[in-house]
């Protein structure tokens, strides 16, 4: 099998793992991932997909270990750095997470979604000041943020420290 053909295979495996995702076939999506061929298993394409597979799966822990090899591999990609944090905040801790976090904002100042999470980690442990200045950089990084924030539930505390939640 040559380069084209190996890529080819490869691509189809990931799109009908993607597709089996979306259905919510966890294991049909697995499958698809381990008929890639073995060359093609550490490419960044299959391990984000494994990233998303294992999230779906709940298994945090293999989450956490590819998405550190992501970080490790592809430290320029801010997502590799939100599905590190997410994955170590439910095998290990939020503050592990936060830690991660924080060097992901360091690399990747402008990317809204780092500073949204540590909002959500900060109200989560209780931390409303910082949650509320974590959220204000993200929605002024990307104001479409506003309404996810109203809906994500690892915010209300923060909402509750208002004398409201985002309902009422």
Known sequence: MNDADIHLKTMRHLNAAAGYLTLGMVQEANDEIE??????????EVMRARVDIYSAAKSWDLMREVADFLVRQW????????????????????????????????????EPMIPFTLACYAAQTGRIDDARACLARAIALDPDLRLMALDDPDLEPLWESLGKTPAT
């Open 35 to 44: 008929e890639i061929p073995a060359a093609m298993k550490v490419t960044g």
């Open 75 to 110: 430290p320029e990609n801010s997502q590799h750095w939100i599905s590190l944090a997410y994955a170590t905040r439910r095998c290990r801790s939020i503050e592990e997470a936060v830690v991660h976090l924080f060097d992901a904002v360091a690399l990747h100042p402008g």
